[in-house]
């Protein structure tokens, strides 16, 4: 298994420019959400989705969207970069034992900066 | 939603010397309870985590986290830290499909 995998590892873009972050995972898992990482501010969620089809906002939303039209990937959308949006961002999956969600597991970042 | 809050954001010890992080939460219903390490310049990786039993867990690496109902904690401990614990530290609450994190520690084990 690959686990979570994230792309593209590295990205700049200009302001104001649209870009989407891809996230896959090859274990069949249901929770995906991804979380930018700032520094002194720890992971902060931005979208999660409990399954194919169904989304729901995190904790700091505002400035991307998220679909989930299958289970193995979730792609986050910048629709219009802001310097704000600077950060590394982390996707993550989970599954669900016996009704007890477990651990989330991680893709490897993708660290972006808007200039 | 459910918060997690973190103290003493910067711990510098020695080598041999124990550790012990503080991790509170606030919500109301039901949590699974994890910590997670961040080597520099790597992703997340899970050291322990509860869902439920025995409030002692332990964890890789010689870590064990206690979680303590009535005061809404799960606080991380490890007897005796190498240099090779120099990490960040984050406390995370998963509750009502929402796994949320906390503002992190950052460890340095000075040789």
């Known amino acids: 298994n690959a686990g979570v995998t994230q792309t593209p590892k590295f990205q700049v873009l200009k302001t104001g420019q649209s870009m989407t972050l891809q996230c896959a995972q090859d274990m069949n898992h249901e929770y995906m959400s991804w979380y930018r990482q700032d520094p002194g501010m720890g992971l902060r969620l931005i979208h999660y989705s409990v399954g194919a089809g169904i989304t729901d906002q995190g904790e700091v939303p505002n400035g991307y969207n998220v679909s989930r039209s299958t289970t193995e990937d979730f792609p986050l959308r910048l629709l219009s970069a802001a310097p704000s949006q600077t950060s590394v961002y982390f996707c993550a999956s989970s599954y669900s034992t016996k009704g007890v969600n477990t651990e989330a597991f991680f893709g490897q970042g993708t660290r972006l900066t808007v200039v | 939603a459910q918060s997690v809050s973190q103290h003493n954001h910067h711990v510098i010890l020695s080598e041999a010397a124990s550790l012990e992080l503080g991790c509170n939460y606030s919500y109301g219903g039901t949590v699974n309870l994890f910590w997670y390490v961040q080597y520099p310049g790597q992703h997340l990786q899970l050291l322990l985590k509860?869902?439920?039993?025995?409030?002692l867990v332990k964890g890789i690496k010689g870590f064990e986290a206690e979680f303590i109902k009535s005061k809404f904690s799960f606080n991380l401990r490890k007897p005796s830290v190498q240099w090779s614990d120099t990490a960040e530290y984050f406390c995370a609450v998963k509750g009502n499909n929402r796994l949320a994190f906390g503002k992190g520690n950052q460890v340095v084990v000075i040789p």
């Open positions: 509860y869902f439920s039993g025995d409030p």
